[in-house]
Nanobody, 129 residues
Framework: VQLVEAGGGSVQAGGSLKLFCAASGVMASSKCMGWFRQAPGKEREGVAHIDSHGITSYTDSVKGRFTISKDNAKNTLYLEMNSLKPEDTAMYYC????????????????????????WGQGTQVTVSS
């Protein structure tokens, strides 16, 4: 299993970015994949989830601005981010569930990120005001 993110960068507030996650060896079997972020000094938090049926869910702070999607044929997970705000600045990670822990896809409980088994190395998103 390998997850590799790309697409991060620096934008001004109100701008847009699209993140990509090349997911090899996991997409076909995954029940839940997601995007997470971690800002300096803060705990990692979930941003968006997508389950095996394509049902999506978002944490409240990004609803209406972010869109998660996936292309199983290309083994790629996406996160389209619009109307970016300075508070969106963080390292963004894609993740997938593993075979041993039942992830609650769409749950945003603190620490829930730890149930995801596979992680990419992250891509930095910086939004300036």
């Amino acid at each position: 299993v390998q997850l590799v993110e790309a697409g991060g960068g620096s934008v001004q507030a109100g701008g847009s970015l699209k993140l990509f996650c090349a997911a090899s060896g996991v997409m076909a079997s995954s029940k839940c994949m997601g995007w997470f972020r971690q800002a300096p000094g803060k705990e990692r938090e979930g941003v968006a989830h997508i389950d095996s049926h394509g049902i999506t869910s978002y944490t409240d702070s990004v609803k209406g601005r972010f869109t998660i999607s996936k292309d199983n044929a290309k083994n790629t997970l996406y996160l389209e981010m619009n109307s970016l705000k300075p508070e969106d600045t963080a390292m963004y990670y894609c993740a997938a569930d593993g075979p041993f822990i039942a992830v609650k896809c769409g749950s945003w409980s603190a620490g829930g990120w730890a149930d995801f088994a596979y992680w990419g190395q992250g891509t930095q998103v910086t939004v300036s005001s």
